[in-house]
Structures are given as C-alpha cells and as structure tokens.
C-alpha cells in the first residue's frame, strides 16, 4: 500500500473544520502530478482531484475512464505532493466497498468522493446510496475522508430533495456533502439545513471564495475548470507558435 501523506486523513478532516465563515477551504484539482505539484507548490494544503479532469487528460469522455486507469492517475498524483489528496472516483466503479476503499487508499488518498447517480439510470434511491456509504465508512473507519456527491441539481431537483439526501448521507457517516452545481443563491438554504461541511463546485462569474463561504460554503471546489483554464492557455500559445511557424 502507498504510504500515506502526512497527516493522512485526519489532517484533512481537520481543514474543513472551525473555519472563519470568510475562509472556506479551497481545493485546487490537480489532473496530473505536474499540476498537482504546481498546487502545492503555490502554498494549497490539500487537493482533490476531478475525474472529468483526470478523463479529459487521459483522453477519455467524462464518466469513461478505466477504473484501473483513474486510480493509476490519482496514485501518479498522490506520490508527486506531500499535502492530503482526495480522489473523485466517480460512483465507485461497481466495486464493493472493501475493495473501493482498498483500491483509494492503495493510491495513497486519504480522501473520496462519491456520487449518487448512475450515467444511465439517473439518481440512485437515497436510502440505497446511504447504505452504501455506511459500509465504505464501516471498512475505511476514520483512514478516509468521505465526500458524499448530491446529484439533485443535476436532474432539475429541488434544493429541499438535495437537503434531505445530504442529511442521510451525513448520517451515513459523510464527512462533507457536495450538492454539485447548486446555484449560488441556494447556498444559505442548503447551510441552513445542512449541518455538517458544505462543498460548493465554483464557477466563472460566481463570487469570491470568501463571499461564498459567507452565503454558507465550507469547501470550494473547481471540478474541472482549472484544467479547462489551463488549456485556453495552451490554445493561445499553439496559435501564437503557429503565426510565427
């Protein structure tokens, strides 16, 4: 098994908690060990990595990645920094729950993040996906730190149908709840009824970090956008080549 950042889990689960309601957690996400070591170097104290990111530089659609491919990505990444990874590993590939947290940890993450909607079929039942991360809790017991993805927004749900499958996933044992894509004017009403750390997917035009943490975010994530940012240099810089070929 690969050893373990310092710190490991529990260091990351100490960053989401008693925070300044200015100062939400920020997580870069790193789509390879350059990027990550990049993050780290900047001064970031944790990452966590986004599949689509990690697909997209693997030259996979979003959701199409190999299991055996993204966890080979998420253990390059894990092995380049020092600081606590957490990696997006989809809705668990069909694995079992030991061998889902067997594989994570493997690559050296101490974190997971785990969606609750199947590509195919939609939103999975509540009470099901709670099961399920109830015994990816009971087999990784504190050793990860669990992010419990909420997929409402994503199927035109309600804010209230996002609160309630966030408070069975927190007692579930979910460190953080992560109603991906929620619009920034439901953050107070998702904080108001969430108790537990509050992830929030940050977009272009979304207002700062610390203004999101005041409207009630705890964590502040990018799925892949950094990545998307990074190749719009790229794109500037293959046509600034090719105007002086």
Not at 59 to 79: K, L, W
Not at 138 to 163: I, K, M, Q, S
Not at 200 to 220: C, H, K, N, Q
Request: charged residues 20%; proline residues 8%.
């Amino acid at each position: 098994m690969s050893a373990v950042p310092t710190g490991g889990a529990g260091a990351l689960r100490a960053l989401h908690l008693a925070r300044p309601a200015d100062r939400p957690l920020v997580l870069p996400g790193p789509w390879d060990a350059a990027s990550a070591r990049a993050f780290e170097q900047a001064g970031f104290p944790a990452l966590a990595t986004p599949s689509a990111g990690i697909a997209a530089a693997l030259g996979h659609e979003d959701g199409a990645t190999p299991a055996a491919e993204m966890f080979a990505a998420v253990a390059r990444i894990a092995r380049a920094v020092s600081v606590p990874v957490t990696a997006d590993v989809e809705d668990g590939y069909g694995l079992s729950p030991k061998e889902l947290v067997h594989r994570v940890l493997e690559t050296g993450a101490v974190g997971v993040n785990l969606e609750d909607s199947d590509r195919t079929k939609g939103l999975k039942e509540p009470a099901e996906q709670a099961d399920f991360l109830a015994a990816v809790r009971a087999e990784a017991g504190p050793e990860l730190f669990v992010n419990a993805r909420v997929d409402t927004y994503l199927h035109e749900d309600t804010t209230a149908a996002a609160v309630e499958r966030a408070l069975l996933y927190e007692a579930a044992g979910a460190d953080c709840v992560y109603p991906i894509k929620a619009p920034v004017e439901d953050l107070p009403e998702l904080r108001a009824g969430i108790a537990g750390p509050l992830n929030f997917l940050v977009r272009p035009g979304d207002p700062s970090f610390a203004e999101l943490g005041r409207l009630g975010a705890t964590r502040i994530t990018f799925g892949p956008g950094l990545l998307l940012r990074t190749l719009a240099g790229v794109t500037a810089l293959a046509e600034e080549l090719l105007r002086e070929a």
